[in-house]
């Protein structure tokens, strides 16, 4: 069974910082990639950051540099530290979580239900 929990979001001004945290329940699978996708209204879900079961990291070019993703293995959680924050960082923000099964030959991926995150003055 896969479940996340996200938890963080809410309002700030241009500027501000917030932060956001997904925890995941994988028992019997492994994890191998975990990361924060944005949907803005109208618009389809945009890649934000990921971080990789190696801890290799990857960012939208729009985030470089103001965004931090990481991560807890001990508690199976992901983290994204978000400063400098902009008004078009305004949106729901999802947990996605990438496991693998059957000794690393099969993957698949879940989805929080996401969390509202508003930029504004």
């Known amino acids: 069974q896969v479940e996340l929990v996200e938890s963080g979001g809410g309002s700030v001004q241009p500027g501000g910082s917030l932060g956001l945290s997904c925890a995941a329940s994988?028992?019997?699978?492994?994890?191998?990639?975990m990361g924060w996708y944005r949907q803005r209204p109208g618009e389809e879900r945009e890649l934000v950051a990921t971080?990789?079961?190696?801890?290799?990291?990857k960012y939208s070019g729009s985030v470089q540099g103001r965004f931090t993703i990481s991560k807890d293995d001990a508690k199976n959680t992901v983290y994204l530290q978000m400063n400098s924050l902009k008004p078009e960082g305004t949106g729901l923000y999802y947990c996605?979580?990438?496991?693998?099964?059957?000794?690393?030959?099969?993957?698949?991926?879940?989805w929080g239900q996401g969390t509202q995150v508003t930029v504004s003055s």
């Open positions: 994988v028992s019997g699978y492994s994890i191998n990639t």
């Open positions: 971080i990789s079961y190696n801890g290799r990291t």
């Open positions: 996605k979580l990438v496991y693998e099964y059957g000794f690393g030959i099969s993957m698949d991926d879940a």
